[in-house]
């Protein structure tokens, strides 16, 4: 298991790039947090496995369809063996 945190700037906030993105880390087995900070990025927590890790961050230089991702900061963090993943203010 492994955990990043990871800082989504551009085009991220205002076009559901937080519930997109919760949805695909849950799908992937994914868990931590995501939310809007007020610098105009998205910061997520994602711990789990290498692969569906590695997989949610290939998703986010990207994310949803009306975002648009101009950088990706990605630094590891210490895990904390949560439950799920959850969309915080």
Not at 70 to 86: H, K, M, N, P, R
Request: glycine residues 12%; neutral net charge; proline residues 1%.
């Amino acid at each position: 298991m492994i955990r990043k945190r990871v800082l989504a700037r551009g085009e991220v906030q205002g076009v559901g790039f937080r519930y997109h993105a919760a949805a695909h880390a849950r799908h992937l087995g994914l868990v931590g947090s995501v939310r809007n900070r007020t610098d105009g990025t998205v910061e997520l927590e994602i711990e789990g496995r290498v692969a569906s890790v590695s997989s949610m961050l290939h998703w986010l230089e990207t994310g949803p369809r009306y975002a648009v991702v101009t950088a990706l900061e990605v630094s590891d963090i210490t895990t904390t063996g949560g439950s799920d993943f959850q969309i915080t203010d």
